[in-house]
């Protein structure tokens, strides 16, 4: 099946500062999803991006699909930001709507 | 409107229990899956319904574990003979008519003894 790595697995910063998280994935898919879980355990989603570009407020997301990786930004960081993101995958062969799921990463963001 | 539900928030049983999980999806989704998450690790997809489809039962880990679905409605996760490694917590998500963003629910978390 599938493989989905993410990166880094803990990541520390101060308020205001700018990150960069990657999801690396093994095979071709036709569904990719970032998902931020509050530290209450909450899952939000953040986009749906098999490929391209979007960008939310703060938050950006571009997938490179023939190259099998995503990258989601999160600039000026806050304390709410706080938490763990989660990439999740679908793919042609282990079925669009299964989502695979990396092992997340974690954010701490210090005032 | 109203989000994904789920009930108990908290469960705990003693090992060799029968225990029942709800999920109620948002109002007009077909699609409705179910995950579990272990401490500190991802999700793991569990099984999902759509519509009046057969549903993709191909990530529940033993015949203990069950699931059904009432039309497009609410869905019940049954695991049977609850062993200690089955405590997670678990996680239903629905997605509306053709459309893959998923919304989770706040999940049950299961502690078995």
């Known amino acids: 099946g599938i493989q989905v790595e993410q990166s880094p697995p803990d990541l520390i910063l101060q308020e205001g500062a700018n990150s960069t998280l990657r999801c690396n994935f093994s095979?071709?898919?036709?569904?990719l999803q970032w998902f931020h879980q509050n530290p209450w355990g909450q899952l939000i989603n953040l986009f749906y991006i098999p490929s391209g570009t979007k960008q939310n407020g703060r938050l950006s997301a571009t997938t490179v699909a023939t190259e099998r990786y995503s990258l989601l930004y999160i600039s000026s960081s806050q304390t709410t930001d706080s938490g763990v993101y989660f990439c999740a995958v679908g793919g042609f062969s282990g079925g669009y709507n299964k989502l695979i799921f990396g092992a997340g990463t974690r954010l701490a963001v210090h005032p | 409107g109203a989000g994904v539900s789920q009930s108990p928030s908290n469960k705990v049983t003693e090992k060799g229990k029968d225990v029942e999980l709800r999920c109620d999806p948002i109002s007009g989704h077909t699609a409705l899956y179910w995950y579990r998450q272990r401490l500190g690790q991802g999700l793991e997809f569990l099984i999902y319904f759509q519509g009046n489809s057969a549903p993709d039962k191909s990530g529940l880990p033993s015949d203990r574990f069950s699931a059904e679905r009432t039309g497009e409605s609410v869905s019940t996760l049954t695991i049977q003979r609850t062993q200690q490694e089955d405590s997670a917590v678990y996680l239903c998500?629905?997605?509306?008519?053709?459309?893959?963003?998923?919304?989770f629910g706040p999940g049950t978390r299961l502690l078995v003894l």
């Open positions: 095979d071709s898919v036709n569904n």
């Open positions: 998500a629905s997605s509306s008519p053709g459309r893959a963003t998923q919304y």
